[in-house]
């Protein structure tokens, strides 16, 4: 059964630093393009980094360009979110998804709060 587990968030100063993981089990995670996405009270649900399978190419929300990286390591099944100058807009659940064809798997989310 393909499951998506993440980890790492919490409660972080404005301008501090969290990474998030996201393990995947049950599915053949090396040919699934990786995505975070995140969820702030309120709002839609947006697209914040998307990776593919390979790792070879990248995209970000404009919000987060030059303050967010995402990673992989298909050897671990797992993907990363590095979040750096985090802002108090950061604040959201945060989803990674598992997307391949029609094949999409979603993680529980995990609370990510920046506040003073």
């Known amino acids: 059964q393909a499951q998506l587990v993440e980890s790492g968030g919490g409660l972080v100063q404005p301008g501090g630093s969290l990474r998030l993981s996201c393990a995947a089990s049950?599915?053949?995670?090396?040919?699934?393009?990786m995505s975070w996405y995140r969820r702030a009270p309120g709002k839609e649900r947006e697209l914040v980094a998307l990776i593919t399978s390979t790792g070879g190419s990248t995209n970000y929300a404009d919000s987060v360009k030059g303050r967010f990286t995402i990673s992989r390591d298909n050897g671990k099944n797992t993907v990363y979110l590095q979040m750096n100058s985090l802002k108090p807009e950061d604040t959201a659940v945060y989803y990674c998804?598992?997307?391949?064809?029609?094949?999409?798997?979603w993680g529980q989310g995990t609370q990510v709060t920046v506040s003073s």
């Open positions: 049950g599915f053949t995670f090396s040919l699934y393009d």
């Open positions: 998804k598992a997307a391949l064809r029609m094949l999409i798997y």
